[in-house]
């Protein structure tokens, strides 16, 4: 005799509950007097119970702690009187231990419209709940991070046309995102172009951003700031934002425009008391009021000191470029004709102290080759080299002159100021060594200095 119409329905059932048995999920349901009526496999096995156990018991009989049994109760109350869901989460302790379940709670409406019984589903959530935890304290303290540093801090999108203030020094005086035209509202219009080049550039490169320019600050002035911006991208793939600090550098400008100031004015009181010691020499070297020989030679070395100083007020009176100390050096032999001299060296600097030293002691080499030497005649040539070599078991800079192809050279017999100059003041002022040769062929001059562990002359 085939099946009745019970048939699909008895399927059905055995469908539901294998597929509630099977679930890693926790399913269950309440009666009206909150006693279980139902408790699939892993319910009963995180309880650690027999269905015979669970069923018919209430949440404080199966060992549920009184706070959480009374919180059920209550929401098991809710359910029936509101007939809507209710949803939490929840710590408990079962046979995997302590953890955290986020549950589900529905009402079941019998034939009548009523609700009959309440039904629930529960999921572990523990290892959900401790990365949302972990990330949170994580944002926490980049928050507390970023409202804690004197830099501004910012964001930005992929293509920079999008920028938030997201923390830190209240410079601009707010927080939030930037109007689109930001650009051209809080960049000073002589740094706007570089701000744009240098965007440009790190979003070609895909390398950080770095920027000093000016911004509009709160109180309507302008303010330097040193911009930094490193790319944000998932590995493998496209920059999506960048994230990025500025520092307020107002005060070192101010510091440095300052120092300019006073080096520039140093530099013009130098150039003053050298032109009255030029004045006093031409009137005590010079005979009725004309220049002297040895006016002349006074005259030429304070052109050179002169010309040394200029060269460090470039460079903010710091270190000075080896190569650029040499050229200010040969540059009245050379009056533009620069194939009588070869240099070649590395790239170093020295302290301006040796950088005055060394142009002097140049200087009266020119002087020397010019009258005697190499430069003396049409063809002659110098070979300026400088290199880094191992003396003494020190590291050292040498720095060699070679004249050649000028008139036959011999030693004199007295040495003049130029070359005690050479030979007693760089040996002192260089803490090296300093050695002079007046070979036929021509003069060799070599200059050999300690070197510092960062390169400069020590």
């Not at 995997?96 to 589900?104: C, E, K, Q, S, V």
């Not at 030429?300 to 270190?319: E, F, G, I, P, Y």
Request: negative net charge.
């Amino acid at each position: 005799m085939a099946a009745g119409p019970a048939a699909p329905l008895e399927q059905r059932a055995r469908l539901y509950e294998t597929l509630l048995q099977v679930t890693p999920d926790l399913v269950y349901m309440w009666d009206l007097q909150h006693r279980f009526t139902y408790a699939n496999a892993a319910l009963l096995a995180m309880w650690g119970m027999t269905w015979d156990e669970a069923i018919g018991k209430n949440c404080l009989e199966i060992g549920y702690e009184p706070w959480h049994a009374a919180l059920h109760d209550r929401e098991i109350e809710q359910v029936v009187a509101t007939r809507q869901p209710v949803r939490g989460d929840v710590p408990f302790n079962g046979t995997n231990g302590r953890r955290i379940y986020d549950y589900l709670l529905m009402p079941v409406i019998g034939p009548d419209g009523q609700v009959e019984a309440v039904a629930g589903t529960t999921r572990d959530v523990t290892d959900r709940k401790l990365h949302e935890d972990a990330r949170r304290r994580s944002e926490e303290r980049l928050a507390a991070m970023v409202d804690a540093t004197t830099d501004l801090v910012y964001r930005t999108n992929a293509d920079w046309s999008e920028v938030d203030i997201v923390g830190g020094s209240l410079l601009l005086g707010r927080h939030g995102s930037l109007t689109p035209d930001w650009l051209e509202v809080l960049i000073h219009p002589d740094d706007r172009d570089r701000v744009r080049d240098a965007i440009a550039h790190a979003r070609a490169t895909q390398t950080p951003y770095e920027a000093e320019h000016r911004v509009r600050n709160d109180d309507g002035g302008w303010s330097w700031v040193s911009s930094r911006a490193v790319p944000i991208r998932p590995i493998g793939g496209q920059i999506t934002e960048w994230f990025g600090a500025a520092t307020d550098i107002s005060e070192r400008k101010r510091h440095e425009e300052h120092q300019r100031l006073l080096l520039a004015e140093l530099n013009h009181r130098v150039k003053n008391t050298l032109a009255i010691v030029q004045s006093i020499a031409l009137q005590t070297l010079g005979t009725n009021g004309d220049a002297s020989p040895a006016y002349d030679r006074f005259e030429a070395r304070l052109h050179a000191l002169s010309q040394a100083h200029d060269m460090l007020t470039l460079k903010q009176w710091v270190n000075a470029p080896l190569e650029a100390i040499v050229r200010t050096a040969i540059a009245p032999c050379t009056q533009g004709d620069n194939h009588r001299f070869t240099l070649q060296g590395f790239p170093i600097e020295l302290e301006p102290q040796r950088a005055l030293a060394l142009t002097m002691a140049l200087h009266e080499l020119c002087t020397n080759a010019m009258k005697y030497g190499a430069l003396s005649g049409e063809h002659g040539h110098v070979d300026i080299r400088w290199t880094r070599e191992t003396r003494d078991g020190r590291d050292c800079l040498v720095l060699r002159w070679e004249e050649r192809d000028g008139p036959p050279v011999a030693t004199p017999e007295r040495r003049g100021f130029g070359s005690r100059m050479i030979e007693r003041g760089l040996r002192h002022d260089l803490g090296g060594h300093v050695s002079l040769e007046f070979l036929p062929t021509g003069v060799v001059c070599e200059i050999t200095a300690p070197l510092a562990n960062t390169g400069a002359v020590a």
